[in-house]
T-cell receptor
Framework: RKEVEQDPGPFNVPEGATVAFNCTYSNSASQSFFWYRQDCRKEPKLLMSVYSSGNEDGRFTAQLNRASQYISLLIRDSKLSDSATYLCVVNMQGNTPLVFGKGTRLSVIA | DVKVTQSSRYLVKRTGEKVFLECVQD?????MFWYRQDPGLGLRLIYFSYDVKMKEKGDIPEGYSVSREKKERFSLILESASTNQTSMYLCAIEGTVNSPLHFGNGTRLTVT
């Protein structure tokens, strides 16, 4: 089983739509979780951290489900500028390098 | 604002050449990382370093080496470049708990 799995997409959604991505992780002892955004031919940038209590930042909501070992990212009222690849990132254990999912590609269409 | 600088944005090298990719940070962080990113394969960790003169192998170290002589600089070395090392190379440093990795803007290397 891969450590961090994401549906690669692409997710093609119209402007204004709500879209959700899930990411599953294999290690139940994983400690911290993040969503990164990567635009085409650019470096990944932190979108938001994922806390046990959930995290909301404007149109973006991230949630953690430890029992089922997945995190989610919900984007409401999608904008054209949301088109990007979204990377799920997990700290599996202590001071070890973060593990990246392969990313989910989102295209928001006018 | 955190700054991670990679020396070249685009690089073209010939097979067999020795290639140096440089990464410099201005935040005095111990942890530095080198990744490569390829379509369909995602980000893969090549090497990382937790302090000066320390290095650890990542998931795909074969064909690469690294150097960390000063805290702010972490170099990735391709001893003898091959065409399968054509890729986007990303350097990263570890930031705060809530912003765990800051990336440089990447070096797109083409080996012909």
């Amino acid at each position: 089983r891969k450590e961090v799995e994401q549906d690669p997409g692409p997710f093609n959604v119209p402007e204004g739509a709500t879209v959700a991505f899930n990411c599953t992780y294999s290690n139940s002892a994983s400690q911290s979780f993040f969503w990164y955004r990567q635009d085409c031919r650019k470096e990944p940038k932190l979108l938001m951290s994922v806390y046990s209590s959930g995290n909301e930042d404007g149109r973006f909501t991230a949630q953690l489900n430890r029992a089922s070992q997945y995190i989610s990212l919900l984007i409401r009222d999608s904008k054209l500028s949301d088109s990007a690849t979204y990377l799920c990132v997990v700290n599996m254990q202590g001071n070890t390098p973060l593990v990246f999912g392969k990313g989910t590609r989102l295209s928001v269409i006018a | 604002d955190v700054k991670v600088t990679q020396s070249s944005r685009y690089l073209v090298k010939r097979t067999g050449e020795k290639v140096f990719l440089e990464c410099v940070q201005d935040m005095d962080h111990e942890n530095m990382f080198w990744y490569r990113q390829d379509p369909g394969l995602g980000l893969r960790l090549i090497y990382f370093s937790y302090d000066v003169k320390m290095k650890e192998k990542g998931d795909i170290p074969e064909g690469y080496s690294v150097s960390r002589e000063k805290k702010e600089r972490f170099s990735l070395i391709l001893e003898s470049a091959s065409t399968n090392q054509t890729s986007m190379y990303l350097c990263a440093i570890e930031g705060t708990v809530n912003s765990p990795l800051h990336f440089g803007n990447g070096t797109r290397l083409t080996v012909t």
